[in-house]
């Protein structure tokens, strides 16, 4: 194997964990090894948060919030530490990119793009300081002067994935911050080199103390920061069996929660719509981050008569995808993330194998490539909708064909799952795209190929999640509203 890159790591304190403000050692020894999906090879080793440091980061971001300046400034003021986060991201952009591709598997020519995005995320949040509506005039139903007022959540818990960590992390922490709330981020053991680079930011542009603090920890000790009286509000992205554990730890202490789950998108190409062309666009999103996107297109619903041609069509098109180190060049998809990950994804294949799905292209790893968690981009036709490859999400480059017989029909096979997260139609008219998406149970409803735009706002419908990332949808959940009602308007804003 060949790479165009040094591989290397560029986290300053992985020993340490960031808390109050300091870099802190933790109370126990244990590490975690970050392995190079393409290599197999340790490039990282950080240090594992026990629960004792748990209660120190709740500690220190509880104070932070109660009695430090944070929640005090106003929204305007905290726009301005954004904007220096966004500017210290932005030059460090290239050294996330390079970890990001190491700990995923995400070529890099995408990595860098989505690198230097999160910059903007923050430029975003930083405006609305200015912009958003943080009071708004009212006059109550017996005629005195009201106002509606937001406030910050309080102390938040940001629990971030291994797919896009840093992309996840900037769209929870930028809202959180620009509201007024101070945050927890626990980073995942297989991808933490972003939050670290998050707290170094914060450390050098004099972020007060406390207002962000990272540690990473496994599955049992982060459970103690959701079931933290001092955690205000919890905001999640991972898999729907664990979205399901936090909601039901939050419900019990009526703890504010955000989840951002699983997904089993469906792509409905409608009768007009050519078979080529469909295919060429669904082979073109596939390989993003080897399909281990939660929002990916992994249903593809098509007319009988027309599915025989479209898988043919699709596999051809799949087969052509260039798999290799995620630093050539000339890769358009990388490894996914570790082992475990792969092995799934392959027992998943054999599943759909032997419940008489049509394998159509890929299902292997790549001949060429003799180490690194690779697996060959996968096409099944002749997919029953209640099988396992329909149903359960895979988390990586596996597509299921999926035969209907009418418009209705595929409508409703679309909408036949626990998922709602993303969706597309395939038409060249643009109102039979919107009157089918209408009936979409998804949060994204795309036109002609996969799209997603987190400015605007994501999340997902059913067990998808709960709230939804991005935009100024995605600051409200961060915010309590407070109704006032005065005998007398005070003078300063009513």
Request: proline fraction near 5%; glycine fraction near 10%.
């Amino acid at each position: 194997m060949t790479t165009t890159a040094v591989r290397k790591g560029h986290v300053r304190n992985p020993g340490s964990l960031f808390i109050g403000g300091n870099w802190v050692s933790p109370s126990g020894t244990s590490t975690f090894e970050v392995v190079d999906s393409a290599t197999e090879e340790v490039f990282l080793t950080v240090a594992e948060a026990q629960a004792p440091d748990i209660d120190r980061a709740v500690a220190a971001a509880r104070a932070a919030f109660d009695t430090g300046p944070w929640p005090r400034m106003s929204p305007a003021e905290r726009g301005v530490f954004l904007n220096r986060i966004a500017d210290a991201w932005e030059k460090r952009s290239e050294e996330l990119a390079d970890t990001w591709a190491l700990e995923s598997g995400v070529i890099r020519a995408m990595s860098i793009y989505s690198a230097k995005g999160v910059a903007d995320v923050f430029r975003y949040y930083a405006g609305l300081g200015t912009t958003f509506a943080w009071e708004e005039k009212h006059t109550s139903s017996m005629g005195q002067p009201a106002l509606l007022v937001r406030e910050p959540v309080g102390v938040v818990a940001a629990i971030i994935p291994w797919n896009a960590p840093h992309a996840l992390m900037g769209y929870k922490v930028a809202a959180a911050l620009i509201a007024g709330c101070t945050v927890i981020i626990k980073a995942s053991p297989e991808a933490p080199a972003s939050p670290y680079f998050m707290a170094e930011i914060c450390e050098e542009i004099g972020l007060p103390a406390g207002v962000v603090n990272v540690l990473t920890a496994e599955r049992e000790v982060s459970e103690l920061l959701v079931r933290s009286p001092g955690v205000d509000k919890v905001s999640f992205t991972g898999s729907t069996a664990a979205g399901r554990k936090i909601a039901s730890i939050c419900g019990d202490r009526i703890a504010r929660v955000t989840l951002e789950l699983g997904g089993k998108s469906p792509a409905v190409i409608l009768d007009d719509y050519d078979v080529e062309k469909a295919a060429a666009a669904i082979a073109r999103t596939a390989p993003i981050m080897t399909g281990q996107v939660c929002a990916s297109l992994t249903r593809i619903i098509i007319g009988d008569k027309r599915h025989d041609d479209f898988v043919d069509a699709l596999a051809t098109a799949f087969g052509k995808i260039t798999v290799g180190d995620p630093f050539d060049a000339s890769s358009q998809m990388g490894p996914l993330a570790m082992e475990r990950q792969r092995d799934r994804v392959e027992g998943f294949i054999a599943q759909g194998k032997a419940d008489g799905a049509r394998l159509a292209a890929g299902g292997g790893r790549p001949a060429h490539l003799n180490r690194g968690y690779f697996i060959e981009p996968t096409v099944f036709g002749n997919v029953d909708n209640c099988s396992a490859i329909a149903r359960e999400e895979i988390f990586g480059p596996v597509v299921s064909v999926i035969p209907a017989s009418s418009e209705e029909a595929a409508i409703a096979i679309a909408n036949d799952t626990i998922y709602g997260l993303n969706s597309s139609v395939f038409t060249n008219d643009p109102d039979r795209a919107y009157a089918v998406g209408r009936q979409l149970r998804a949060g994204t409803v795309g036109h002609n190929g996969f799209r997603s735009d987190f400015n605007i706002a994501f999340g997902g419908f059913k067990q998808s999640g709960i709230g939804r990332e991005g935009g100024v949808e995605g600051l409200h959940p961060y915010l309590e509203a407070k109704t006032m009602i005065f005998e007398t308007a005070p003078s300063h804003s009513v």
